[in-house]
């Protein structure tokens, strides 16, 4: 190591790899600190649902180097679906388990930084003693608004004893924290509701060029599921409560044009109740999910890609799904359906924006763009590859955390 070299700790339960599965974020990013001369560790958890392949696990910690990185992987239950109290019950085993994966962990060397991205704020407490007992940097990095989440999506109470105790951590976090960073562009807004006095660092997810070019082709069959000469709008990721999929579903069904189909590639737990919604439709077609580097391979099918949100208080804080991304890379238009302050959508020109849950504003966004030349549409579509790489390299990102440690 270099004078310059920092030892870096990124805390994320749901952390993933390219072996792994999702999520990536920190993949990348951490790959690019190695690339920068610094050791970076990723503490995860054995089990997520969104994992394709689970870690190997010999007792209750494991040490995998994976590309530079030093995953430490943390044993935890096995909970299922991503909704269910045993998903409350891994957050609480994780953060019970992280003092074990620091005491592993400083053995080799201390750290200069520890990034705590909030999932769940359950870990603040313990992440906060170690860094403070340690003298590193505390960095609280926010990707979801906890319990704030819970509230608006999950309809739970703002009085339930969870809601209470993982408010009073993330407000715990915040106050305490050396750096504040988020990926949610108007997040600012949402610290000040809190009555604190603070900044935070805006860092956006990103895409990994290399990844996008080196895209694997689809599995046969794949071209026989849609039928041909068809206008597609495809909707590729996480069959979630939060993608609000019933609004251009019931758009869908509206539509006359039996050309016109919509193709939802992905898994969930909405997606049963999504395929009863659109039982009766022939031109609504499920497919399942498919691997991260064939996710561009499914997006060259599609003629719009489609992506919406719910019409809550939440989205006004930011937005940064990662699937935006590899739609505005495939140079295919978007079709958006949000109340988002900040739509990049909107500011990179690359689609159209419509109401979030507004049937009637998809299904008129849907048609305006059926009615579009194919030049109109590609242009859009370039618009949003340009941005994306002008924007949102992990390269680029990495150099922001980079300055933070």
Same mark, same amino acid.
């Given at each position: 190591?270099?004078?310059?070299?920092?030892?870096?700790?990124?805390?994320?339960?749901?952390?993933?790899? &390219?072996?792994?599965?999702?999520?990536?974020?920190?993949?990348?990013?951490?790959?690019?600190?190695?690339?920068?001369?610094?050791?970076?560790?990723?503490?995860?958890?054995?089990?997520?649902?969104?994992?394709?392949?689970?870690?190997? +696990?010999?007792?209750?910690?494991?040490?995998?180097?994976?590309?530079?990185?030093?995953?430490?992987?943390?044993?935890?239950?096995?909970?299922?679906?991503?909704?269910?109290?045993?998903?409350?019950?891994?957050?609480?085993?994780?953060? !019970?388990?992280?003092?074990?994966?620091?005491?592993?962990?400083?053995?080799?060397?201390?750290?200069?930084?520890?990034?705590?991205?909030?999932?769940?704020? +359950?870990?603040?407490?313990?992440?906060?003693?170690?860094?403070?007992?340690?003298?590193?940097?505390?960095?609280?990095?926010?990707?979801?608004?906890?319990?704030?989440?819970?509230?608006?999506?999950?309809?739970?109470? &703002?009085?339930?004893?969870?809601?209470?105790?993982?408010?009073?951590?993330?407000?715990?976090?915040?106050?305490?924290?050396? +750096?504040?960073?988020?990926?949610?562009?108007?997040?600012?807004?949402?610290?000040?509701?809190?009555?604190?006095?603070?900044?935070?660092?805006?860092?956006?997810?990103?895409?990994?060029?290399?990844?996008?070019?080196?895209?694997?082709?689809?599995?046969?069959?794949?071209?026989?599921?849609?039928?041909?000469?068809?206008?597609?709008?495809?909707?590729?990721?996480?069959?979630? !409560?939060?993608?609000?999929?019933?609004?251009?579903?019931?758009?869908?069904?509206?539509?006359?044009?039996?050309?016109?189909?919509?193709?939802?590639?992905?898994?969930?737990?909405?997606?049963?109740?999504?395929?009863?919604?659109?039982?009766?439709?022939?031109?609504?077609?499920?497919?399942?999910?498919?691997?991260?580097?064939?996710?561009?391979?499914? !997006?060259?099918?599609?003629?719009?890609?489609?992506?919406?949100?719910?019409?809550?208080?939440?989205?006004?804080?930011?937005?940064?799904?990662?699937?935006?991304?590899?739609?505005?890379?495939?140079?295919?238009?978007?079709?958006?359906?949000?109340?988002?302050?900040?739509?990049?959508?909107?500011?990179?020109?690359?689609?159209?924006?419509?109401?979030?849950?507004?049937?009637?504003?998809?299904?008129?966004?849907?048609?305006?763009?059926?009615?579009?030349?194919?030049?109109?549409?590609?242009?859009?579509?370039?618009?949003?590859?340009?941005?994306?790489?002008?924007?949102?390299?992990?390269?680029?990102?990495?150099?922001?955390?980079?300055?933070?440690?």
């Amino acid at each position: 190591m270099t004078k310059d070299s920092k030892v870096v700790w990124i805390i994320n339960q749901y952390a993933g790899s &390219p072996k792994h599965g999702m999520e990536f974020r920190h993949f990348y990013i951490a790959r690019e600190l190695v690339s920068q001369g610094h050791t970076v560790s990723i503490i995860s958890s054995s089990y997520s649902h969104l994992f394709s392949n689970l870690p190997t +696990i010999k007792g209750v910690y494991s040490i995998e180097n994976i590309e530079g990185i030093n995953y430490c992987w943390i044993k935890v239950i096995n909970y299922g679906n991503a909704s269910g109290w045993k998903r409350v019950l891994k957050w609480f085993q994780f953060a !019970i388990r992280l003092k074990g994966a620091f005491k592993l962990l400083k053995k080799e060397s201390k750290p200069d930084a520890i990034f705590l991205s909030s999932t769940s704020p +359950i870990g603040v407490a313990a992440t906060l003693k170690m860094a403070n007992s340690l003298n590193s940097k505390f960095i609280f990095e926010v990707k979801d608004i906890w319990p704030l989440t819970l509230i608006e999506v999950g309809n739970k109470s &703002p009085y339930h004893p969870l809601i209470l105790l993982m408010g009073y951590l993330e407000k715990k976090a915040l106050k305490n924290a050396d +750096i504040i960073t988020s990926n949610l562009s108007n997040f600012g807004q949402h610290i000040k509701n809190l009555t604190i006095d603070k900044d935070f660092e805006y860092i956006p997810n990103g895409i990994d060029f290399t990844q996008m070019k080196n895209r694997v082709p689809l599995d046969k069959g794949f071209d026989k599921i849609i039928p041909p000469n068809s206008f597609v709008i495809g909707y590729a990721g996480t069959v979630g !409560i939060a993608n609000a999929l019933e609004f251009v579903i019931k758009a869908m069904k509206q539509i006359k044009d039996k050309k016109i189909v919509l193709v939802i590639v992905g898994d969930g737990g909405e997606k049963e109740s999504l395929q009863i919604e659109a039982a009766n439709s022939d031109n609504i077609i499920f497919i399942p999910s498919v691997s991260k580097n064939q996710v561009q391979s499914i !997006i060259s099918l599609f003629d719009v890609c489609y992506i919406g949100w719910r019409a809550k208080k939440l989205y006004e804080f930011g937005i940064s799904p990662n699937k935006l991304f590899d739609y505005m890379y495939s140079s295919t238009p978007i079709l958006h359906s949000t109340n988002t302050p900040l739509d990049l959508v909107s500011l990179a020109n690359c689609g159209l924006s419509v109401e979030a849950e507004n049937v009637s504003l998809i299904k008129e966004g849907i048609l305006k763009f059926y009615n579009m030349s194919s030049q109109e549409r590609a242009d859009l579509g370039a618009n949003g590859k340009k941005y994306v790489i002008e924007n949102h390299s992990y390269s680029e990102l990495a150099k922001r955390y980079d300055s933070i440690v």
